[in-house]
């Protein structure tokens, strides 16, 4: 999904995620490489499309075999989301150099993912800066 700014808002360009309903691994890597977000902004449903990936590698299924109904269930809902989700408009106005903005970052972990955010504030407005979202590794960190 290619970014396009507006004069004071970010908008993604429409891609249509389709809701298959014989989904492969194959087509899940596919349309969920689609998405573009450089600025994390759609961070909230692109990470479940990363989770969904990385329990399809998991479960080591083939690339081109239709997967289990649950896995096309997700799928669908992701796609869902995300066609929504890319019709939001962000605004991108920092509200200038005000002594008063500041600058918040906050962060999160779970066992599955971690995500930042940062926005900026401006007196009772905030306007998000950006987002990050990583999925945590298969491969479970052990200490001697």
């Not at 087509?27 to 399809?56: E, F, N």
Request: glycine share 4%.
């Amino acid at each position: 999904m290619l970014l396009r700014r507006t004069l004071n808002h970010l908008v993604f360009a429409h891609r249509e995620i389709p809701c298959l309903n014989k989904l492969t691994k194959r087509d899940a890597l596919r349309y969920s490489s689609q998405i573009y977000d450089p600025l994390g902004l759609l961070s909230p449903v692109t990470v479940r499309a990363k989770l969904l990936m990385q329990q399809l590698w998991r479960e080591k299924f083939d690339w081109d075999v239709p997967l289990p109904i649950n896995y096309q269930e997700a799928w669908s809902r992701i796609a869902k989301d995300l066609n929504t989700v890319t019709t939001i408009e962000f605004p991108r106005h920092y509200g200038g150099s005000s002594p008063s903005s500041s600058l918040h970052v906050f962060v999160d972990a779970s066992i599955s993912s971690y995500g930042a955010a940062a926005y900026i504030v401006n007196g009772t407005e905030s306007t998000i800066v950006m987002a990050m979202n990583i999925v945590a590794p298969l491969q479970k960190e052990t200490h001697s």
